[in-house]
């Protein structure tokens, strides 16, 4: 296993350059943009013809890496692919003057062109140029990505992620990975091990085995380290992982006594996590490299799901203390802690937004249970999903979607993944090959 998970993550080295052609239109940024707010309504239509083969070992390879490019764009919820079929023109030449007029036939206001090659050692090179139709020029610059062969879905996450922050305006989140768990067996003998994934389901490999439970893990800022929680003992402790090495170990100090939900800080050096002594559950911050925990909390009650603020100065967590599981924030260093959820119903693992601006949270109510985002004062609540069991949820690297856990009713009921974008739309289940739960949505690689 650790083979095949090392070689798929050097198959992820690439070398990105921009890419200047004879003739090609410069226009740095143009009238083509979309602005991302609750406003939109119509995606945007494009148009993606298949990639030009330059070489007879690019032939396959071409097609399936702008089918990739069409599913991410699409899949965003904010553009919408015009069929090949449609098409008046093709491109048949990378260097081709690109035919304006047949692309504003077809309302496509977007439309990316791309050409691969594989040369005889086997490293596969993938050109893009992406147009503004009706201006009837280049947006921004040609570039290409240079990897190896089986590397290609990382090269279309790379285009489709250029694409995407050139007409939007703000970074992708195409070419990420998340971990999770996956499930398998019968709902009351289920067995659970570590999984990670492309952001879309692709590539799945498996970081544990399913000889002990794991529960929630968390990926670091930087996606090389994965914290979790393992029942191997008997009872929980947090357990730190290199992806790479596919290595963990408990972490230092956490060793005796049950400790769970664990968190990175931004800085990646410190954790956040809850520990249970005797009745009572506080949350503690330690770093990795050593040193005593610090209590963050402290009273009767029980706090835990501890989630920092983008900047590392504040931190977000699930508390009882007023009667009920609501959410509140205090400082990252401890103290007084402000509540943020007063509504109806009860309120859970909240995580804050990678841009500060909102809180994701779980909220059960009257037999319900929802995914929604709030303002990090408690202002302005939005519950995007309602099913018999959402939980769970974890943003996208730039802020704009979320994934969660599903987990369907009775006794065959079973978990799966889904995503939804902030405003409530694009609801849609991300594909895995087992059941599916506690996503953790990894950094931009």
Not at 127 to 153: H, I, N, S
Not at 164 to 178: K, L, M
Not at 223 to 252: C, K, M, W
């Amino acid at each position: 296993m650790r083979q095949t998970l090392a070689s798929v993550l050097a198959a992820g080295a690439l070398a990105l350059s921009s890419l200047t052609l004879p003739g090609a239109a410069q226009a740095q940024g143009g009238p083509l943009r979309l602005e991302i707010t609750e406003g939109v309504v119509e995606p945007l239509p494009y148009a993606v013809p298949a990639f030009v083969a330059e070489s007879a070992a690019a032939q396959s390879i071409a097609d399936q890496l702008s089918r990739v490019v069409a599913d991410d764009l699409s899949g965003s919820g904010l553009f919408r692919e015009i069929p090949r079929e449609a098409h008046i023109s093709g491109i048949t030449s990378f260097q081709s003057p690109v035919q304006f007029a047949d692309w504003k036939a077809i309302n496509a206001q977007a439309l990316i062109s791309g050409a691969v090659d594989v040369d005889g050692s086997g490293r596969l090179t993938v050109k893009f140029r992406v147009y503004d139709v009706f201006a009837g020029a280049e947006l921004g610059q040609g570039m290409q990505f240079v990897g190896t062969a089986d590397g290609f879905r990382r090269m279309a996450h790379k285009v489709a992620d250029q694409v995407y922050s050139r007409i939007t305006g703000e970074s992708g989140y195409f070419d990420s990975r998340v971990v999770f768990v996956s499930e398998t067996g019968p709902k009351d003998k289920r067995a659970k091990r570590l999984g990670i994934m492309d952001y879309d389901g692709a590539n799945v490999q498996f970081l544990t085995d399913s000889r002990s439970i794991v529960l929630a893990p968390r990926f670091s800022p930087t996606g090389d380290r994965v914290l979790y929680t393992s029942y191997e003992t008997g009872f929980p402790r947090v357990h730190i992982l290199n992806v790479g090495a596919v290595q963990s170990s408990i972490l230092p100090g956490s060793d005796g006594v049950m400790s769970f939900a664990p968190r990175f800080a931004p800085n990646g050096a410190t954790v956040v996590y809850s520990l249970a002594q005797g009745s009572n559950t506080d949350i503690f911050a330690k770093d990795i490299s050593g040193g005593a925990a610090r209590q963050l909390t402290s009273g009767p009650s029980i706090e835990t799901a501890p989630s920092y603020s983008p900047d590392g100065g504040r931190i977000v967590f699930e508390s009882d203390r007023s009667g009920t599981q609501q959410l509140y924030v205090m400082s990252a260093s401890g103290g007084e802690a402000q509540r943020i959820s007063f509504g109806a119903g009860r309120y859970g693992t909240p995580v804050w937004s990678p841009r500060g601006d909102l809180i994701a949270f779980t909220k059960q109510n009257a037999g319900r249970f929802h995914i929604g985002v709030m303002r990090t004062d408690g202002s302005e609540e939005r519950l995007l999903t309602a099913s018999f069991l959402d939980e769970g949820p974890t943003w996208a690297p730039n802020g704009r979607v979320l994934m969660f856990a599903r987990e369907t009713q009775g006794a065959q009921g079973a978990s799966a993944l889904y995503s939804v974008d902030i405003s409530g739309r694009n609801l849609k289940r991300v594909r895995t090959p087992d059941g599916a739960s506690d996503p953790s949505w990894g950094p931009l690689q």
